[in-house]
């Protein structure tokens, strides 16, 4: 168990709907990072938060957004869902000092998102 | 553009043999590499790093080697045991980064 939660486990919708997906970070870590890993692919980076503020950007869609907050959970936003949208979503989380490096991160266990 | 490969997609591997997975870069930024090793159902779990600084990192029966010259890492595991059958990804940072760059996996299958 790595300490992160992550909430649905799955979720099945439509296209054109709009999920949020949840993620609770480990005991005393400041950054979240969101990844997708579609297919039997790597994990893409999507977005990391650091104490409640967006530091990176991957390939995230603009239908998608993310928020961190004061509790520092966050929530992935994901709007419009298309077919492609269907796809494992990683959320993880590391002990980051302010402006310093990424290295360890600590995953969760994912929500499968199925969008029919 | 896949700065970080994993050109074997799996391995089959006999109980008790060395498993060796391989992953190639092309990114000279990256000075920090990760093994994440990956269950069905389960998120990835962190197993082994290594700094830029280094060529070879040691955890039980875990051994990462890092060769810059030719932006390449391995990750040993000897004995091999059933418990090992899982996806490994390999992934890169660098300072600053704010993110982790991952290879697309390795699917190894550890035989009786």
């Known amino acids: 168990d790595s300490g992160v939660t992550q909430t649905p486990k799955h979720l099945i919708t439509a296209t054109g709907q709009r999920v949020t997906l949840r993620c609770s970070p480990r005991?005393?870590?400041?950054?979240v990072y969101w990844y997708q890993q579609s297919l039997d692919q790597g994990l893409q980076f999507l977005i990391q938060?650091?104490?409640?503020?967006?530091?990176a950007k991957g390939n995230i869609l603009e239908r998608f957004s993310a928020q961190q907050f004061p509790d520092l959970h966050s929530e992935l936003n994901l709007s419009s869902l298309e077919l492609g949208d269907s796809a494992l979503y990683f959320c993880?989380?590391?002990?980051?000092?302010?402006?310093?490096?990424?290295?360890?991160?600590?995953f969760g266990p994912g929500t499968r998102l199925t969008v029919t | 553009d896949q700065q970080v490969k994993q050109n074997s997609p799996s391995l089959s591997v006999q109980e008790g043999r060395i498993s060796i997975l391989n992953c190639d870069y092309t990114?000279?930024?990256?000075?920090?590499f990760l093994w994440y090793k990956k269950y069905p159902a389960e998120g990835p779990t962190f197993l082994i790093s290594?700094?830029?600084?280094?060529d070879k990192n040691e955890d039980g029966r875990f051994t990462v080697f890092l060769n810059k010259s030719a932006k390449h890492l391995s990750l040993h595991i000897v004995p091999s045991q059933p418990g090992d059958s899982a996806v490994y990804f390999c992934?890169?940072?660098?300072?600053?980064?704010?993110?982790?760059?991952f290879g697309q996996g390795t699917r190894l299958t550890i035989n009786p």
């Open positions: 993880a989380s590391s002990v980051d000092i302010a402006g310093g490096s990424t290295y360890e991160q600590y």
């Open positions: 005991s005393g870590d400041l950054s």
């Open positions: 938060y650091y104490n409640g503020e967006e530091r």
């Open positions: 990114n000279s930024m990256f000075d920090y």
């Open positions: 290594i700094s830029s600084i280094k």
């Open positions: 992934a890169a940072s660098y300072q600053g980064a704010q993110k982790l760059v």
